[in-house]
């Protein structure tokens, strides 16, 4: 079978944790391919809420299996830390994970140095989650990074050694202060509670599962407006979040790939710096805010909030070749008597653009905008043939501007509370 891929199309915390959790039963895997313990994904079902960071959302789904593919940084510490939390949950976690070595460590030393590149950077910082990703991906790119295989290794304490050296001669130039030893020591902790796991050649297992005919669903982390790529540069992460991430970060070939879902807010979100050209910074951004509790998943930073945003949107769709949108938090626009879609850019040349240009960073971009008439109803336990006139004149203009079916509504963080068309 086809390996379908589900990602963010906005700057990430579109609610893939949620998504991946209501589609895992119907898939036999659940990959993640990219990104790291910057990652928030929150999942929600009989009244308590979990925030997963590098464990993939389908890891509550007895029958799914769960691969961190080769294209995670790995932070072994978080990793010990999130597996402790879900031990109350009597999961099969043991069974059901299975870790690529070709995966790349996060050591201490990757979360200080990004620490240190932020702190010098001042007010032009890129507002990492500072979990090390960046430092992590470098050395992955230039050629020095440990991975996961490694600490099978019998001179793994020398590899480790001889790569936080490099690191703390770099440390030495900033103004960061540390407790050398006690890093060493969880990492080293937590290293031993690693190999407890099944370390596999990921990309085997999962064209062995491709072959026996199993289904697989990919799960992207961040957004692609985030991709190192084709994100707002330099204000991204340090990974390919797009469709194409999927196939390197889990060594599944292009013609393999089924279907593309995209998932989106009903309005936008950004946290971190960088150009967000739907950004409210009135009223009706503090009402998005609250209504949508948006505050990050793995920082609690409040969140930027927005209208939708339709040429980054179409970008994204391009980029990834979405085959079925999927649309998140519609219950946060029932507040509003009207609901603005922006649909075009006007530049500073005076002409109006569908396309994302070049230049985001300094160029100053206003949004044209359409209105439509809101709901201002609930949406709480409503199917299909419930919703109101002007949410569904929402989806078809939507639809109709970005030319894919949107395929599912989500009304709420709560599993349950999502309608599929
Ligand atoms: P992810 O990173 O894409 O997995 O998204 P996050 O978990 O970081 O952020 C999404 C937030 O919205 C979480 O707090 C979810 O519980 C919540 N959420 C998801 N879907 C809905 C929805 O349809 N309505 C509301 N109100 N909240 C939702
Ligand atoms: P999920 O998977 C939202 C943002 C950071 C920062 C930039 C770079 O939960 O959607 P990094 O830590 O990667 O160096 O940060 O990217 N960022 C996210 N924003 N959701 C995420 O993940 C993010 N992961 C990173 O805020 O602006
Ligand atoms: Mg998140």
């Known amino acids: 079978m086809k390996v ?14 949620k998504i991946v959790d209501v589609l895992a039963p119907r898939y036999d895997v659940v990959a993640r391919f990219q990104g790291g313990p910057n990652a928030g994904h929150t999942l929600e079902f009989d009244g308590i809420k979990h925030v997963l960071h ?11 299996k769960n691969i961190i593919g ?9 990793f010990k830390s999130e597996i402790e939390k879900l031990s109350q949950f009597n999961l099969e976690v043991k069974s059901n994970l299975f870790i690529s070595k070709k995966a790349t460590l996060i050591v201490p030393t990757h979360r200080l140095l990004d620490q240190a590149y932020e702190s010098a950077k001042g007010d032009n ?39 936080t050296h490099i690191h703390t001669e770099i440390l030495d130039k900033y103004d960061i202060t540390y407790n050398w030893s006690e890093l060493e020591k969880s ?26 005919g199993s289904s697989i669903l990919a ?17 991204v992460t340090s990974s390919n979040t797009v469709t194409a991430g999927a196939c390197t970060g889990l060594g599944v070939a292009p013609r393999h790939i089924g279907e593309v879902y995209g998932i989106f807010k009903a309005y936008s979100t950004r946290v971190g710096s960088g150009p967000f050209p739907t950004e409210l910074l009135n009223e009706d951004g503090e009402r998005l805010r609250k209504a949508g509790n948006e505050f990050g998943s793995t920082t609690g930073r409040p969140r930027r909030c927005g209208w939708i945003d339709l040429p980054s949107l179409k970008y994204s769709i391009m980029i990834n070749g979405v085959s079925q949108l999927l649309m998140m938090k519609a219950d946060v626009l029932n507040i509003f008597p009207e609901i603005k879609i922006c649909t075009h ?18 160029e100053k971009i206003i949004p044209v905008y359409t209105t439509l008439k809101g709901w201002e109803t609930s949406l709480t336990n409503i199917s299909e043939n419930q919703m109101p006139i002007e949410l569904t004149q929402y989806i078809s203009f939507l639809e109709n501007e970005l030319s894919v079916p949107i395929t599912l509504i989500s009304t709420g963080p709560d599993r349950k509370q999502t309608i599929h068309r």
């Open 187 to 212: 990492f080293f902790d937590a290293v031993s509670f690693l190999k407890e796991f099944n370390l596999v050649d990921s990309e085997y297992f999962i064209n062995r599962e491709i072959k026996n």
């Open 219 to 235: 799960e992207g982390a961040q957004g692609s407006l985030l991709d190192i790529d084709f994100g707002s540069y330099p204000f």
């Open 345 to 362: 850019y006007q530049l500073s040349n005076g002409k109006t653009s569908e396309e994302m240009p070049y230049e985001l960073v300094n």
């Open 125 to 163: 910082k890129i507002g990492s989650t500072l979990k090390g990703i960046g430092p992590s991906y470098q050395d992955k790119i230039g050629r020095q990074g440990l991975r996961v295989g490694d600490i099978l290794s019998p001179n793994f304490i020398e590899k480790f050694k001889k790569l």
């Open 70 to 78: 080769n294209g995670v940084v790995l932070d072994p510490i978080i």
């Open 4 to 17: 379908d891929v589900l990602l963010g199309l906005q700057w990430g915390d579109e609610g893939k944790g």
């Open 54 to 64: 590098q464990i993939p959302s389908g890891i509550f789904r007895p029958k799914t």
